[in-house]
């Protein structure tokens, strides 16, 4: 009934999109755009995973809402998830429904596009375990659903992967994949590919190894399991394993870069995104750090941790690999977005992974072999010294290694990164990457009298801070050609929510006391701004209503790792609180209260 | 019950006369009756578990009798955000065992010191008393795993400062918690014979070991501190929320009070106390 409805929408409604039938919209968008392109493929107008494509460019061609009239943008409706922590998922929206996923406990609402004020059509509460939310570390947030051939997909705390038939809400198979008495949660969103729903697992500090599973999407039968450390045959490494870098080749290297033993509890997590290139038939994704933190206990690469890997989506078979930050010091994770666009470069156009990395560089690398083109630091950098081109080395700044009992100052970027998780986009009409991040560095000294399941230990007191220009936060323009900033926009926290950005020259991103905003892709101006109820981590999103008119999603809801002051009511009085974040939000609270809450916005009529 | 039904019938007495009084005598009253809610791991002996046979358990049991309420328990693992999500949430006011002066709660002057011991098999006489011994270089090694605020436990940080890792094994102290008391794994590794030798927190190696299978001695190790900043040995107190003074000082004048009747319940549980009896303990 709905589709049909939606349908006929399409039919009277776009006069001015181009778009493809509505039946359509499980096929991939192309991904090989061209920077400075000025023709799109066509959008069907909906946003069937946080990524919106499978090139991860949260680009849409929408066009409805532009510069001109951006400032015209009103609340259309409004709705309570009724839950009060973290709220980091993208809506989705299919087949004139839009769907979310509140954090823990990871309830699923179906809200009707076709009526107004968007009536719920279904809720589904997967009634995950409430011990998960002891082991899980930074907030329990959700990273959200997607939506593939009549099914939504999503992963629950307590490491369930479900899937809901989209019309009735009513489970299709619920797989549990992981186990919390061991520490194992999942925050991150799944992505399909091939008929495999594609999980990843979190938990590295507790001293989980890391994995990625394919999931078959009808039954939710496990496929394959490549892990993060380990022999070869574990991590899915056989004869079709080229690496670029010498560095990353030899024989089960996730078991000879580690003390014996350390890789079964060695983290390399997958809590991240995944890019999918149907043309080379490959997937792209990172690991998260190497376990433990304290790095003089794991001499070594500890591969393979914070490693970018493309493999074959029917097998996990890796294709390549390249280790990104090899023995990590920092905890700067692998986990983040690569944009799959292809650009020109030396005289020839190369297909390529645009990374914004934790480390602070954003890399730009060949998506058929691994090579690195080009790694330019985003903001100020002094862990590393920069990345060896030739060798794939990152050059790491030995003086601001932690030490036990020692002072370690102004570390830059602090244990979160350049940019953590939020995802930046890509416009193939602008060509430019915009980038939400954070501009933070970091104290570690000893000191600190600490106690975990009745054993006492000495902790590393992390404390973050402001870095050089005393923002927190940056929204950055970035010329990956050039590997130069175009412009960028100081905010006084970190810009933890994604970004989204249109073919009307509009991006969107939200600040963590609760300003929406919208920006002139090609300048930075700031067209619009809306304050929302509590502070800004989600994924904007951008989708053609039934009514053929364009609207722009939120969830507003403070939290995560930055947020956890507010949302988990952290003790500000705690520098060390929140893995030492907590000393750089001290006044979050006092700039914004909980509440998650989902906002749809458009110009009315 | 009596003590109910009697400030029920002295409320209505004095309904016509003295009502603010009355108020405040049953508030009182209630206030005296309402239970001690502890905040305890339900699954980690020898400090507590649900059936309430760990040394935090008989402890919580006589602070409740000086303070003349009845114990309650709300369980939680006692992991990171076990402050946060127990005893900052409301839901229970006394964290009986943690390190002293940690910074996210409040803490009691301590009411023992323990210290991280070498565990080892006593048919294997390898008589290790401190992180320099050579042998350490090429036994196995047990250390537990923390992984988080880039801390571990200090012998594994020592053994790292002696370049000692090769032959480390790390046992995550989290473990499998659909296990009993999951940080013990490391104990049976060394009965089984898995790791020649654990590095471990005294009250876990000494009740551990008072119930393993076969003899294993437990031995303080030295030196009590690595330079820069690392020490061996720790004061252990209990912990109110930040703020909750007055009753902090009530279990401070309860700790110097009944400091004998701890001391004994520690020992019973062969807790290695510093400065009481810091020689080798023996399982025969």
Redesign the interface.
């Given at each position: 009934m709905a589709r049909k409805l939606w349908l006929l929408v399409f039919i009277v409604g776009c006069r001015t999109e181009p778009s493809r039938a509505a039946g359509s919209m499980d096929v991939a968008r192309d991904t090989t755009r061209l920077a400075g392109s000025d023709s799109f493929p066509p959008d069907d107008g909906q946003w069937v995973r946080p990524a919106q494509d499978y090139a991860s460019t949260r680009f849409s061609s929408l066009t409805e809402i532009n510069t001109g009239n951006a400032r015209n943008l009103r609340v259309i409706t409004t709705f309570s998830t009724g839950f009060v922590r973290g709220h980091e998922a993208a809506p989705i929206v299919a087949n004139g429904t839009m769907y979310i996923i509140s954090p823990f406990p990871n309830t699923v609402y179906a809200l009707d596009l076709t009526k107004p004020g968007l009536p719920l059509k279904w809720q589904f509460n997967p009634k995950p375990e409430a011990?998960a939310?002891?082991?899980?570390?930074c907030d329990v947030v959700n990273r959200g659903l997607v939506f593939d051939a009549g099914k939504l997909f999503f992963n629950t705390l307590d490491d369930h992967t479900i899937a809901l038939d989209a019309e009735t809400g009513k489970p299709v198979w619920d797989t549990k994949v992981g186990?919390?008495?061991?520490?194992e949660t999942i925050t991150m969103a799944p992505l399909v590919v091939k008929g495999k729903v594609l999980v990843g697992n979190s938990g590295?500090?507790?001293?989980v190894r890391g994995w990625l599973k394919a999931l078959d999407e009808t039954t939710g039968k496990v496929v394959w399991t490549a892990y993060g450390t380990g022999p070869d045959k574990d991590v899915l490494i056989g004869p079709s394993f080229k690496p670029f870098y010498a560095k990353d080749r030899g024989t089960d290297l996730g078991v000879s870069s580690w003390?014996?033993?350390?890789w079964k509890?060695g983290g390399g997590t997958m809590w991240g995104w995944i890019s999918y290139d149907p043309q080379l038939d490959l997937i792209f994704y990172g690991t998260a750090n190497p376990?433990?933190?304290?790095a003089?206990?794991?001499?070594g690469d500890n591969k393979w941790t914070t490693t970018l890997f493309a493999r074959r989506p029917d097998t996990g078979e890796a294709v390549w690999g390249y280790q990104i930050t090899p023995h990590d010091l920092h905890?700067y994770d692998g986990i983040n977005e690569q944009i799959v666009i292809d650009l020109p470069i030396g005289g020839r156009t190369r297909k390529v992974l645009v990374r914004p990395e934790r480390n602070g560089y954003v890399y730009v690398i060949d998506r058929t072999s691994g090579e690195v083109l080009s790694a330019n630091p985003f903001g100020f950098v002094n862990s590393s010294h920069g990345v060896d081109l030739k060798t794939g080395n990152l050059l790491v700044n030995q003086d601001k290694a932690?030490k036990?009992?020692?002072v370690v100052r102004e570390i830059c970027p602090a244990a979160p990164g350049m940019k953590d998780w939020q995802p930046s986009a890509y416009s193939p009409k602008t060509g430019l990457l915009y980038i939400p991040h954070q501009n933070l560095c970091m104290d570690?000294e000893?000191?600190?009298?600490?106690?975990?399941?009745?054993?006492?230990?000495?902790?590393?007191?992390?404390k973050m801070y402001a870095g050089p220009g005393g923002n927190r936060g940056v929204f950055q323009a970035w010329n990956p050609i050039t590997g130069k900033e175009v412009w960028s926009i100081k905010e006084d926290l970190p810009v933890w929510s994604g970004t989204v950005v249109t073919a009307g020259d509009v991006a969107f991103y939200g600040t963590m006391d609760g300003w929406f905003k919208a920006i002139d892709a090609r300048n930075g101006a700031v067209l619009w701004q809306f304050k929302t109820g509590s502070g800004i981590i989600g994924q904007p999103i951008t989708y053609r209503g039934p009514d053929g008119h364009q609207y722009v999603a939120i969830l507003s809801g403070i939290g995560g790792w930055p947020g956890a002051l507010v949302s988990?009511?952290?003790?500000a009085?705690?520098?060390?609180?929140a893995?030492?974040f907590a000393n750089a939000m001290k006044d979050l609270p006092s700039k914004t209260t909980r509440g998650g809450m989902l906002y749809v916005f458009g110009l009315g009529s | 019950m009596s003590t109910a039904r009697l400030s029920v019938l002295t409320c209505a007495a004095a309904a016509l006369g003295i009502v603010g009084v009355c108020i405040h005598a049953a508030r009182e009253r209630a206030y005296a009756a309402t239970p001690l809610r502890i905040c305890a791991d339900p699954n980690n002996l020898p400090f507590s578990n649900q059936a309430r046979g760990g040394f935090e358990n008989s402890i919580a049991t006589l602070v409740a009798g000086e303070l003349h309420r009845p114990v309650e328990y709300f369980w939680w693992a006692q992991r990171r955000g076990f402050v946060r999500n127990t005893l900052n949430t409301g839901d229970c006011q006394l964290v009986v065992g943690t390190a002293s002066g940690m910074e996210m709660l409040s803490t009691t002057r301590p009411y023992y010191k323990s210290t991280y011991v070498f565990l080892t098999r006593h048919d294997r006489n390898l008589a290790i008393r401190s992180f320099d011994d050579p042998a350490l270089r090429t036994l196995k090694v047990g250390v537990q795993l923390i992984g988080d605020d880039f801390a571990n436990t200090p012998p594994v940080h020592a053994l790292a400062n002696r370049g000692i890792v090769k032959n480390v094994v790390g046992f995550s102290v989290y473990g499998d918690y659909a296990e009993p008391n999951p940080p013990a794994r490391i104990v049976d590794a060394v009965a089984r014979g898995d790791v020649d030798v654990a590095i471990v927190w005294g009250p876990l190696a000494g009740y551990f070991a008072q119930r393993a299978a076969v003899p294993l001695d437990v031995v303080p190790v030295s030196p009590r501190l690595d330079l820069p900043y690392l020490p061996f040995v720790f004061d252990i107190a209990m912990g109110v929320r930040r703020g909750d003074s007055a009753f902090r000082q009530q279990l401070d004048e309860i700790i110097v009070r009944r400091k004998p009747s701890i001391d004994s319940i520690l020992i019973a549980y062969g807790v290695p106390l510093v400065d009481i009896r810091a020689q080798t303990q023996r399982n025969q």
């Open positions: 011990a939310q002891g082991v899980a570390c186990d919390i008495q061991i520490g590295g500090e507790m001293g003390p014996p033993d350390m509890i376990g433990p933190w304290n003089d206990v794991r001499p905890d932690p036990v009992g020692m570690e000893g000191l600190s009298a600490n106690y975990i399941a009745g054993t006492p230990y000495v902790g590393m007191n992390v988990a009511g952290l003790d009085r705690d520098s060390s609180a893995l030492g | -």
